[in-house]
């Protein structure tokens, strides 16, 4: 479950959200996003900065950590496992003359493991965790698979990067699922008089700064290209007459 820093993390995203005018619903110039499904009914977007075509929406609570670490430890003889899942559902509508030509989800995973280890002869205990993300998209429902990316054991801090590069215009949907797991298992140590040490296991995972990086560009109407290629007809034609 998560550890007992939660509810001060959560206080303090609170403040920090609603200075950065946190929301379900996010609009720029060429585009529109809002959240229609989500697991936490605290999770925010938070628009970062969008500018040059580039918007970067901070997601708060939209991932299976919602946004705090999450611990486990053995105690005594007895083992503990956590897992959390959470999908969120956004719904983009491009607006006309603009497409999105690519989609980055980036964050940063911390994690921790200590597995039971006997100080002589006896038996390890065990420290595992799981984080994964996954995304796909789609007209209506999602089930175009854009990428994954699982994090196993993690024992210091790890990249979270999924992009997806296909142009996409008009109405769609995004879905990112998010999942962990995390298991731990004591050390045993027995001694020759019936005694037995149990060594303590524990494991942690975090994610925090997790952005969603949308690229737009404006799409050329007919008129331009046909403007274009007028133009490049004349520059053909003054070339010719040139080398004559």
């Known amino acids: 479950m998560p550890s007992a820093l939660a509810t001060l ?24 996003v809002t959240v229609t499904d989500r697991f936490w009914e605290d999770s ?30 053995s105690d005594h003889d007895i083992g503990a496992f956590d897992a959390n899942w959470v ?12 497409r999105i030509t690519s989609l980055t989800l980036t964050g940063t995973a911390t994690g921790f493991i200590r597995a039971g280890v006997p100080w002589g ?6 420290a595992t965790t799981t984080l994964s993300h996954a995304w796909s998209i789609g007209q209506g429902e999602p089930t175009a698979q854009l990428g994954s990316q ?3 054991d993690l024992h210091g801090e790890q990249q979270l990067s999924l992009t997806a590069g296909v ?30 040490v149990w060594h303590q ?19 050329p109407e007919p008129a331009t290209y046909a403007m274009l ?4 007809g004349v520059a053909g034609w003054a070339a010719r007459r040139r080398r004559r």
């Open 44 to 73: 925010q977007m938070t628009l970062l900065s969008s500018s040059g075509g580039t918007t970067r929406i901070g997601l708060v609570g939209m991932d299976a950590t919602l946004g705090w670490p999450w611990e486990v430890e």
């Open 150 to 152: 699982v994090i196993r």
């Open 87 to 98: 999908d969120t559902k956004f719904a983009f509508d491009v607006q006309a003359g603009y």
């Open 121 to 126: 002869e006896g038996m390890a205990g065990r």
């Open 167 to 196: 142009p996409y215009a008009g109405d769609f949907s995004l879905l990112l699922n998010s999942s962990l797991e995390q298991q731990v298992d004591p050390g045993q140590e027995g001694f020759s008089n019936g005694g037995v």
């Open 9 to 32: 993390f959560v206080g303090l995203a609170a403040i920090s959200g609603s200075a950065a005018q946190a929301a379900t619903e996010i609009n720029t110039a060429g585009f529109g």
């Open 229 to 232: 290629l007028a133009g490049l």
């Open 201 to 219: 296991s524990f494991a942690s995972i975090a994610l925090r700064d997790v952005v969603l990086t949308v690229q737009v560009s404006p799409v």
